[in-house]
Structure formats: C-alpha cells, structure tokens
C-alpha cells in the first residue's frame, strides 16, 4: 500500500511524497511557475525598449531631413538672388542687355 502527501510552501510550490510499502520513497517537486512570469515580464520590457530606441531614431532620421531640406532651399534662395546680381552687373556693364 502506497501512502501519498502533498506539501505546499508559502512560495506557491507543492511537494508530492509517495512512500510504498517496499520503503522507496519518490519525491515530485511541482513548480510554482513564477519564473514564467518573470521571464514574461522581462520580454515585455525588452520589447518596449526597443520600440522606444525605434522611435526615437526615426524622429532624429525626421529632423535631419528637415534640416538637410531647410538647408537646400536656402542655398536654392542664395543663387536665385546670385543669379539677380549677377544680371545686374551684366546689365550695367553692358547697358543692351
């Protein structure tokens, strides 16, 4: 005949003992299950701090733009008004033109 207890520990982990008449004695150690929690727990914060450092390098790739775009127009300004001068002076020199 076979006699069987379970013992629960505060942490949430359960120990079942068979003892048989023949006097071996098997221990099965359930788990609590709190490490997939944690493991859970550490992936989510793995995966939000990736999409942050995400974010935050396609908002900098979006300023840059606008600068380099900012920039362009600008130099796109100064020869228009390079252009002027120039036709300017062309014209006083050469007053046919």
Known sequence: MATERVTEHPDGSTDRVVERDSGTTYVDRGGSGVGGVI??????ALVAIVAFFLLTA??????RTSAV???ASSVGHAADSVGSAANNAAGSV???K
């Open 94 to 96: 050469n007053p046919s």
């Open 58 to 63: 396609n908002r900098n790739d979006t300023l």
């Open 69 to 71: 775009t900012g920039a």
């Open 39 to 44: 493991i859970g727990i550490a992936v989510l």
